[in-house]
């Protein structure tokens, strides 16, 4: 008897309770009941991205909000810097080269984060520069780039910076508005624990600005034909009603719990996870800021990482993700976001010494899940 | 003790069993489990759209579909024939223009069909027109355009016909590759009789043809990106993972009951209802053509629509739609497409009795009851 495990960055695993919710009738969605649900929605969003900007809310993966950001700021020709750091930075560059605009690729050796001052001098270099792409975390490598930092650079620039939290969004703190991020986009499938299919984007004033002189189409993720709707709880188009009912309860689960504790036990799900990695004599892909979001791990020389990930799927029904692009084969990922218990974080380190085991690879048995109990413990 | 009726077109019930399936924990959207499944589906609309073109999932509504229809297919300052009949024909006009296109608007005045011989006209007069955009049936006002004969007139001409059919498909039969249609659009929320996210776009060689020189921008509705990857049964981007398994349950029930035997109810139940609204002596708003899909009706004189719209809802938790912008008042619309019975359809009719007489309509109470019974005996 297998139980599968959703332990990759993405789906992670809905609360049944809320997959029990979202599974009650529909109601209209231009029903005065809907609308209610949609302003608390609204307000939750909010208070999740800390801001009092508009969270505007798209049926989409997160990808359509990220094509929302080019679309609705951007004119054709218009330069932008993309840090592309991992797989998702490089989708910046090909959003970018999609609408006509002119990337300026900012190249980060994968693993590592981008440094503010580079960004700094490429603004200052180029002042017709309109804005700055860049992940959270970028998932493909687990680092955090230093978003607090990035603002302060923006903010004296005429360059609006968006910020892809994808991942990152309810697994550790980004305070929109403390921060002073233009743009901030998630999505539903990551540490908000829900399925795929709603997309969010926060919206500040400066990005509002950029936005009016924006001249390439848009229709679907029209921020303007949205602002307009979801400012008096409408969507423009028909809104995946379960999401949302989805939402609603996610946000009293965040209520309870408290959002502060759920950014430390995502801390300490990461700390526990990392310590195991050093027990086994093991590197992290991240070689700086690492992310509390999940965990790179570097297979071991002469074992190929995707053995790892096939071993714990086949055998366990176990869901990790191996590299993608030039990563794969080297690493495997695993998530600490959303809701994922400290037991299920340990069901993953041992069926990872079991994997490793199983391939040959040389260490102590059990080091890595007495690292991590550890930890837990001493919480 | 109320409970919940949706008889709106759209979104529409959803069978309990479906949101049951859909509440099983989350599987990954790229563990092979999933790609078997997306393959399933992908097997599952050629069938329902019956076509061998590829139809295309994408994680949206409905209009995000048609968004993909003109980004996909056109350039900019290209010609195309909007055909507009109602609110959804008026969205194809709002689409080219916001993707810099010409709209060539042949307006149809509301509550009848275009005519085949105006779109030939068109055609003949400038060839440089480049596609031809329809509703299969126009929800705002009931009417079934002539989609046969529309495809016989783009067939001799350079220009491809795109059909939107969110709400038609599934309620009655379009044939695609029978009929010759070179684009056809779809949603979940509809006949499909799922929650709203999941839209649909089968794609035929003319189609494909003009994609190839199409030079509009396009990321997140890339056609071409998404033919490559669901070729090999991925969605580019992250798959909604609950609306595959609903799809999958829907695409069994079909199976069980037969498609034909689905247009068959669903008609039956147009029948009694329209025998109903005679009736009322009350007239349709679709003066001819009125579709199977949905039902909309000429309020009594005297009495605004949207009254005996608000009466179903306050009163007894029904929701049937009203009438959009120039119907707005006047009309309301009744669903006859998806998980709805007979005795859905004959609440329907009871409670729209109840309104009647209430808001001071002088008729037969019972009589349209008894009308639609008899259709429903018979059948």
Known sequence: MKKVSLLA??????????????????????????????????????????TDNEVLTFCSSGTGAMDSS?????????????????????????LLEAYG??????????????????????LKDDPSIKAVYVQALETSTGVAHPIQELAQV??????????????????????????GLDVVISGSQKAMMLPPGLAFASIGPKALKLMESS???????????????????????????????GLLDIFDLIEEIGLDNIFKETAVKSQAFKAAVAAWGLELFSKENASTGLTAVLAPEGIDAQDV??????????????????????????????????????????????????????????????AAQKIFGEA
């Not at 599974?23 to 909010?46: C, N, T, W, Y």
């Not at 605009?101 to 693993?111: K, Q």
């Not at 848009?218 to 034909?225: E, H, R």
């Open 9 to 50: 960055p993405g789906p992670t695993p809905v609360p049944p309770r809320t997959m029990l919710a979202m599974a009650q009738p529909l109601i209209h969605h231009r029903s005065s009941d809907f609308l209610e649900m949609f302003g608390r929605v609204r307000a939750g969003l909010k208070k999740l991205f800390k």
């Open 70 to 94: 080019v679309s609705n700021l951007l004119s054709p020709g218009d330069k932008a810097i993309c840090v592309r750091g991992g797989k998702f930075g490089e989708r910046w560059t090909e």
């Open 101 to 122: 605009c002119t990337p300026v690729n900012l190249d980060v050796e994968w693993g590592y984060a981008v440094k503010p001052e580079q960004v700094e001098a490429l």
């Open 154 to 179: 923006t903010k004296d620039s005429d360059a609006v910076l968006v910020v892809d939290a994808v991942s990152a969004l309810g697994a550790y703190d980004i305070p929109t508005d403390e921060w």
């Open 215 to 245: 001249t390439l189409p848009k229709f679907y993720f029209s921020w303007a034909k949205e602002l307009k709707t979801q400012g008096i709880n409408k969507g423009a188009f028909t809104s995946p009603v379960p999401l949302f009912i």
């Open 309 to 370: 990930v096939g071993w714990l799927k086949e055998k366990y029904a176990i869901f990790i993700a191996g590299g993608q692009a030039q990563a794969k084969g080297k690493i495997f990922r695993v998530a600490h976001m959303g809701f994922i218990s400290e037991f299920d974080t340990l069901k993953a380190i041992s069926a990872i010494e079991m994997a490793l085991a199983g391939l040959g690879y040389k260490f102590e048995m059990g080091a890595g899940v007495a």
